[in-house]
């Protein structure tokens, strides 16, 4: 009793008057594991709010069935204190009835439990939502309070935030432990898990915010960003709106609400990561970036090496690696994946691209086989084009250079090329003129970049290209109406969007490999297609890897 009393942070003076039966020297021992206890818990932290305008604004939706959950400390009565809503769902307490409540559109309080929310103590509050039975139901300290079942309304959500409703309707107190799921948890699940952390690897796990961050009441400011620690390449991070972050309010806090074990049996994790870069578990979607997309092959076989790494704490173990698909026959395992992988370590898995004819792109799928309990098919598709020992031109970086026609002197424009460079330190110009560039300059950081007089850099990407690698690039420039719109593209994919604020232009000139004859290229160009029209992602995407 008094365990549970201490993990809720429901008072010392409350503690004493349960146990005022044990001996002095009883109390003396267990009075200094408490407050020990307490020291200890002040590693953890929470974020409050302020109630007027403070929220987290979060980077996805809820969809279908979900499981909302959060420790929350509220200290007002007096205001509608969302904690986990949308624009169609909401985990709340409202003013109206100072009862915890939750729902979708029409009320959003399809459930409501019968007794009042108490404020300045800490409280575990959930929410499940099953889409194929339209059922609700609402969870207060890991005890079921109401359900609706079979009459809950379908939603489409639009967004979400932690603390706020469409953007108001603010929280005010403290909340830490988010969970979001795309799962219905059970009573069970939701009650056994909500005193200890997560390791992020959970299935259905959505987003898992610890709030760890920051230091607690100090100057936060800049600390803007609510990790998202579950496993995933791309985290679900939440942004911070409105809040001081200094001080004792609007801010990062100390607190703990009593998780503090681990939930879960020590487990393996899989990560697969390429050049360096993650690689999400069922990537459809190839990229250079990541090695997943091999690239052009000419003549030599193109070798490249995965990095499978152990994020857990117990032994994972490979069982096998396979490439099926169309492509498969292309593709050879030349460096096998070691295993175990203790925790915390990694091994290497070599593929090599060596195609045969016809020229074509060839795709497969790599699956590697572990006991990941929720990862345990990683899989990825790769892809690599065979376009046989055709030809480039290679440019010294010194003063070779194309002189063109000038073919697009004013109006829409597409220009595209495959490029492979050899020195990112150079001017690296791809097509350009005059007025109009296409290049990726060494003077910003080597990324692809496109624009008109005078800045030449309307659009960029934000990762720079990959050198000593085939890299497709486009750039589109649509001048109708006067809307100056361009968009660039790197391997069939947009990375960059100038919306609508790029000059006209009036070219008299056009190189490859130059601009105004200087700012070279070093390395190689081929396929070089101008277009005077404005050619759409789908036909850019389609039409790289065609002669």
């Known amino acids: ?49 302020d109630g007027t305008n403070d929220r987290v604004d979060l980077p996805f939706v809820v969809s279908n069935s979900y499981t909302k959950e959060a420790w929350v400390f509220a200290t007002s009565s007096t205001q509608d204190n969302n904690i986990v809503s949308g624009a169609s769902t909401a985990l709340w307490v409202p003013t109206a009835t100072g009862k915890l409540t939750a729902g979708h559109s029409s009320g959003f309080n399809q459930v409501q439990d019968p007794a009042a929310f108490a404020i300045n103590v800490w409280t575990h509050v959930a929410v499940t939502f099953d889409a194929s039975t339209s059922s609700i139901r609402l969870y207060k300290n890991g005890i079921a309070v109401d359900s609706a079942i079979g009459t809950v309304p379908a939603y489409t959500e639009t967004a979400l935030y932690i603390g706020a409703f469409a953007a108001a309707n603010n929280f005010k107190g403290s909340i830490d432990e988010v969970r979001i799921w795309n799962t219905v948890r059970t009573g069970a699940q939701i009650s056994g898990n909500m005193n200890c952390n997560l390791t992020g690897d959970e299935p259905g796990l959505l987003a898992y915010f610890n709030f760890n961050q920051g230091t607690g009441g100090g100057t936060n400011t800049g600390l803007t960003t609510l990790t998202d620690i579950s496993d995933k390449c791309i985290p679900n991070s939440g942004t911070l709106v409105n809040f001081a972050l200094t001080g004792a309010t609007s801010n990062w806090i100390v607190a703990n609400p009593g998780v503090n074990t681990a939930c879960s049996a020590p487990s393996p994790n899989i990560n697969v990561t390429g050049n360096a870069t993650c690689i999400p578990i069922g990537s459809t979607v190839p990229s250079l970036t990541n090695f997943t997309d091999f690239g052009d092959y000419g003549v030599n076989p193109i070798v490249r090496t995965f990095t499978i790494q152990n994020t857990g704490n117990a032994n994972l173990t490979i069982s096998s690696v396979t490439i099926t698909g169309p492509g498969a026959s292309n593709y050879t395992i030349t460096t096998a994946a070691g295993t175990p992988i203790a ?57 070779d250079l194309i002189n063109l026609p000038n073919l697009i002197s004013s109006g829409s424009y597409t220009k595209e ?28 950081g080597f990324k692809l970049t496109a624009g008109h007089a005078p800045s030449f850099n309307n659009v960029q990407d934000a990762t720079p290209l990959v050198a000593n690698t085939w890299t497709h690039v486009a750039v589109t420039y649509d001048a109708a109406g006067g809307v100056g719109n361009m968009i660039l593209y790197k391997n069939g994919m947009p990375v960059a969007s100038s919306g609508g604020v790029a000059p006209t232009y009036t070219e008299t000139t056009q190189y490859i490999g130059a601009f105004q004859g200087g700012n070279l290229w070093n390395g190689k160009i081929s396929e070089v297609r101008i277009w005077n029209t404005v050619r759409t992602a789908s036909e850019i995407l389609a039409a790289r890897d065609s002669v």
């Not at 790599?366 to 790769?382: H, K, R, S, Y």
């Not at 376009?387 to 290679?394: K, V």
């Open 1 to 49: 009793m008094e365990k549970k009393f201490y993990s809720k942070q429901t008072g010392f003076a409350y503690w004493l008057r349960r146990s005022r039966r044990i001996s002095l020297n009883a109390f003396f021992v267990i009075f200094c594991i408490f407050s020990v206890g307490n020291i200890l818990g002040q590693t953890g932290r929470a974020l409050n709010f």
């Open 343 to 399: 925790g915390g370590s990694s091994t290497t898995l070599g593929i090599t691209f060596n195609p045969s004819a016809p020229i074509a792109a060839k795709n497969a799928t790599v699956t590697i086989t572990n006991n990941d309990a929720d990862e345990g098919n990683f899989t990825f598709n790769i892809t690599g084009f065979n376009r046989g020992p055709g030809h480039a031109l290679d440019f010294d970086g010194t003063n």
């Open 417 to 444: 090329a495959w490029v492979y460079s050899y020195n990112s330190a150079v001017g690296n110009n791809i097509v350009s003129g005059n007025n109009t560039a296409f290049w990726a300059p060494n003077s910003l």
